[in-house]
C-alpha cells in the first residue's frame, strides 16, 4: 500500500481504538481497516506491542510537553502539564490502558529530558524533578484507569453507611473535582519536598 508508513499505522491504530477498544484490536483488524494484509504492517510494525508503544507515544506527545514558559512557575506548569495529560488520556478510549501497558520511548523521552532539565533549572536536583514528574504521571494514569473503568449500573446500597454515603452526597470520588483535589495535594506536598535536602520521608 502506496503511503503505509509507522506513522500511518498509529494514527489508524488510534482510530480503531476508539471503535474496538484495547481487548479488540489486533495487528490482523488493523491491516483489514487498512485495506492490507498483515505482513505488510511489519515493515513498519513487528508487533502489538510495538504498535502500543508507538500509539502510547502519540497519546503522551498530543498532551503537549515541554518546559514551562518563562513566565510560568514550576507548580503552574505541572498543573497545566497534569490537566491536559489526563484531557489526552481521555480522548482515546482505554488511553490510560496502552500508556500504562507501554514501553516509553522516541520523541517523548527527549522531551522528557528538556522537562527534566527546566526543573533542575528551577531548584530541583535531577531526582526530584524525575520523582515529581514520576508520581505525577501514574497519579493521572491511574485516575483515568478508573474513569474508563467505570460500569455504569445501578447505584449500591448506601443506607447502612452513613459515613461514605455522607461523602459521596458531599462529591463524586471521580471526575474534575476529584482530580483537582489530588492535584492540589501533590503540588503541594512538592513543595514540602523541596525543603530538606532528602525530600519528604513519611515516618516509619
Known sequence: MKGL???VLIDAGLRLLDEVGLDGLTVRRLAT????QSPALYW???TKQELLDGMANAIILRAGMGPPRDDESWQEWL???ARAY???LLASRDGARVVSSAVRGGDSTRHFEEELAA????GF????ALRTITALSHYITGQVLQEQAVVRGERPDLSELPTLAAAVRAGSPMGDDMFEYGLAILITGT???LGTPEGYKLAP
Open 33 to 36: 481497516e487498512l485495506g492490507v
Open 44 to 46: 513498519h510494525i513487528r
Open 191 to 193: 513543595e514540602v519536598s
Open 86 to 88: 489526563r484531557k489526552s
Open 79 to 81: 498543573a497545566r502539564r
Open 125 to 128: 536536583t535531577p531526582l526530584q
Open 5 to 7: 508508513t509507522r506513522e
Open 119 to 122: 526543573m533542575v533549572a528551577r
